[in-house]
Every structure is written in structure tokens, then in C-alpha cells.
């Protein structure tokens, strides 16, 4: 990185159901947390990001960069960033930019979403925005059928089977059983995921990250210090169309932004120790377990065997991932930063990273916050 970057606050909204809210009232919520773990004055923030997909479609409400300047005394500049899914990680790394380039000293990143206040439908409809609307969406595809169609080349490919991928979630909902902020906080057996209703052949309910109301913010500043640094943020892209890649078994994107991301930091795969990955369906997790370099390709679920067996550090998804924690789309990103400094600050480990995507991984944000007060 240019200059050195702190996360100085952090805040969040529980993620779930709000339909007696607005998106306002959840920025607010999750805005006044941040500042108030910050210390900092409200006046201290110079930008405003707002990460959100769906506010035209789902809540009728663009212009939400002003929207949320007006909750801060001095209305400062705002803007808002769209990338589908991966809109927190993207407003993040353009938070990075603007303090790199010392345009801003404190930059106030929020992540909002209200996806339940339509039909299920309407917000398949909606989603289906990040996908392309001329090759994917006229054959009717919706995002869990588009996953579907990868899991089903990925298991002709390399033979997983069907009860192996259940304890992807098996593993998410046991770990995010402990988060307070998770939509869903309770177990699901391996068997009770393989049993749930059929969505998009293979993939089930259980296999799904649901729809899901909620905000995050995070707070990073050049001038404000903290013991957590932004060690590295990268963004890569693909085909926003999945007809036109060559694989549909590994997303080149996280590819691209993790091999940039550990050269920025210059660090090893192997000293991260906090890991939140965009896991929106259960096949993505494995997948992403290889693009990330911590399985082979095709061997992805031994992590979540391992996981499940009590045989590997459980520092992937420890918050319950987007499948127990909810999914409200562009608030993910954000929530994932928090996550990981809410680890790092747990375990005293040093490097932590947050992975997260727009669409079939056609774009991808990946950041690496550094502890500088390891143990180690
Ligand atoms: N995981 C666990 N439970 C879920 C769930 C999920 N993903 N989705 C819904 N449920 C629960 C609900 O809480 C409800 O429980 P209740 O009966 O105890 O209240 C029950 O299952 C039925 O919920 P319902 O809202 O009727 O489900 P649905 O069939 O309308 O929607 C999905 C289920 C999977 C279609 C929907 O969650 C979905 O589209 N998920 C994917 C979202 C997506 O594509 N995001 C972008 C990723 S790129």
C-alpha cells in the first residue's frame, strides 16, 4: 500500500429479517456503532462510501451516497459504489484509492441492503442484474441456477458427491450458531441439508445463503490510527456471463486479486490465519477454498471434511460465512472486514482476509488487515 491505511471503527447491524426498517434507519444503526467504537468525532469523516445493489429495485430509493451523508452533522462529499455482491469489498478499495491518494483522511465505508421487503421473485429478478441480461437471463436462469449449472460441471469434473457437499453448510451453520449478528444461529446436520427442498438441481435450501436485510460499516483513516492496517486490497474481473469462460469450476477473478493481494502484503498464503470467504452458495466455498490456494483443484471439501471432523483450524468462516450470517447483498463485504478484525483481535494472529464477489465471481475484492499487535 501507498500510505499506511487503519481500520479505527467498526459497526453492524444482526442481519436478517427488517421489515419494520428502512435503509436509512439500518445505515444509522450501523453508523452510530462505528463512530462510537471509533472514538472519532463525526466530524472527523471527510468522504462517505455507500456500497448497495439493489435500492432502485428492492426500495425504490437510489441516491443513497447523499442519503447517507445527510446522517452525518456536516453532510460531507458521499458517493455510492455498485458491483453486485461484491459491492462492499469494491467500495472499500475505492475508500483505499481516495486515502492513498490523500484526496480523504477518514473515510466512513457503509454496506447496506433491504432485500425482504419484496417477493422472493421480484428479488430473484432483481439479482439476476449481475448477471448477463442478454446471454444468461432470457433462458430463464436465476443465481441459484446458475450455480446449480456449476455444480453439476464441478461434480461431472471431479466426482463430489452429494454428501460431501452438504457439510459445507453443516460446518457454516455450526460455527455461525455462535454470532450474535447472524440471521440464522442454529445447526444443521449434514443429513438435514441433503433432505432440504430441491431450489436449482443440485442445490437446495440448505445449500443457499438467504435473502436478508442489513448494514455494516467500517471506518478507515490514514490520519487516525489503530492496531489494525490494511495490508493489501485488490480487485480482479471476469465475464460477467459464465457462457463465456472457459472453466466454470474455478473463478480466475479470485485468482487474480489473491495473487496481487499476498504481493502486496508480502506475505505467504500460509500466514493468514482469519479467512471470511463469499460462500453464497455451498459449491462456491469449495471452489473458492482452491482459487484461494488452500486446496488443490478438485479437493476443495477436504477443508470442510477436515473442518467437520475437528481436524483443521477452524479460521475459515468462523462468523457462519453468508450462508448462516444472512446475505444482504452488498452489505457482505463490509460485514467480512469486521469479521476478520473481530478474529484477529480474538486470536492475536497477525494476517487476516476477506474474499468477497459480485455474480459468478465475474468481480472479486480481496483484503488482507494486518494485526500489529500479534503475539507473534
Ligand atoms: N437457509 C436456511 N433457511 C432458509 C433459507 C436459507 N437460505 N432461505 C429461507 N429459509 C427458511 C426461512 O426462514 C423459512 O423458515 P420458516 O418457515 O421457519 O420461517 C423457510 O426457510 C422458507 O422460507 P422462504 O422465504 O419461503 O424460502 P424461499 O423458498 O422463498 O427462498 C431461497 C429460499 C433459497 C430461494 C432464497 O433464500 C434464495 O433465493 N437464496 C439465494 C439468494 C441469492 O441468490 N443471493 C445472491 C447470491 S449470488
Redesign the pocket.
Known sequence: MEKDIFLVGQGLTRFGEHWDRSLLNLMDEATEAALKNSGLNALDVDLVIVANMLGERTNNQAHLGALASALLPHHPPALRIESA?GSGAMALHTAAAYLESKRAETVLVIGVEKMTDVS?DE??AA?MG?ADSELDAPSGL???GIFGLITQRYMHEYGLTREQLSLVSAVHHRQGKENPFAQ?RFDVSPEKVTASPM?ADPLR??D????SDGAAVCILSTTHRSELRLAASQIASDSVSITERASITSFSATRDAMQRALKEAEIDREEIRALETHD??SMAAIINMEDLGFAEPGEGISVYERIHAGDYPTFVNKSGGL?SCG?P?AATGIKQMIDIAKQLGASKEQYGLAHNFG?ACASCGIHILENLDASS
Open positions: 455482491c422472493v428479488v430473484s439479482l449481475a436465476t443465481f441459484p440464522f431450489v435450501l440448505l443457499c445463503s438467504p435473502v453464497c452458495f450462508k446475505h447483498v455474480g
